[in-house]
């Protein structure tokens, strides 16, 4: 069975230049090992490669749980050059959440 994240989980972004941080903190702390599992760089990367064209990096953060992604190349050159309506790539945390794992 297919489940979108935003069933499981909340996220936050962040952006330094052209670069977007993306956390993932799931409402259920049992259901960070299913995060952990299915959504990967490469099931992030391929969910957003309209949006991400560079490297992203997956951090675990256990203790918290949660998930962070740091997306390379992902603002259209950042705050101060991009055209695009989200400069600071706020919505792009809800971009997330509209990926679907198998749960």
């Not at 069975?1 to 670069?19: E, F, P, V």
């Not at 952990?36 to 991400?52: D, F, G």
């Not at 190349?73 to 695009?84: E, I, K, M, R, W």
Request: aromatic share 6%; proline share 5%; charged share 15%.
């Amino acid at each position: 069975m297919k489940t979108k994240l935003y069933s499981l989980a909340h996220s936050r972004a962040g952006d330094k230049g052209n670069t977007l941080t993306l956390s993932l903190i799931p409402y259920n702390p049992e259901d960070y090992p299913v995060l952990c599992t299915q959504v990967t760089v490469e099931a992030v990367k391929n969910h957003l490669c309209e949006i991400v064209a560079g490297e992203i990096t997956r951090y675990e953060l256990p203790n918290l749980p949660a998930l962070q992604f740091v997306c390379q190349q992902a603002l259209t050159g950042g705050v101060t050059t991009s055209l695009t309506m989200d400069t600071h790539g706020k919505s792009l945390s809800y971009a997330l959440l509209e990926m679907e794992i198998a749960h």
